[in-house]
């Protein structure tokens, strides 16, 4: 299914809620499994990500968040290619495609 002016949420088992937002997306109904694009945002706590692109993929548990990854929170801004959130580990991992690029991180601490 394609949706326009999506806004969806995800509550995990802690009560804690992840809320994405963007212009366009594909549902796939068996699976669940979604893909956002186009001006998407991700709210978590007090963690903001803007991105292109956001896969969400039940079967994995995982969230992936690619291409002009911006991720802000409180005190800290930062740009990479590629977010991965573990739904049930609730860990974050961040990385480039390109090893050769750093992850460019600036904030307070």
Do not use: P
């Not at 706590?45 to 991105?51: A, E, G, H, K, Y």
């Not at 929170?73 to 961040?94: C, H, S, Y």
């Amino acid at each position: 299914v394609n949706l326009f002016d999506v806004e969806g949420e995800i509550i995990q088992e802690k009560g804690e809620k992840i809320k994405i937002i963007s212009d366009v997306a594909s549902y796939n109904r068996q699976s669940n499994n979604t893909v956002f694009k186009e001006n998407v945002l991700v709210l978590y706590v007090n963690q903001t990500i803007r991105s292109d692109i956001v896969k969400i993929d039940f079967i994995k548990n995982l969230i992936e968040i690619l291409e002009n990854v911006h991720y802000t929170n409180d005190n800290l801004e930062m740009f990479a290619d590629i977010v991965e959130i573990d739904l049930l580990r609730n860990k974050l991992k961040i990385s480039m495609k390109d090893q050769k690029n750093k992850v460019q991180i600036s904030g307070e601490n």
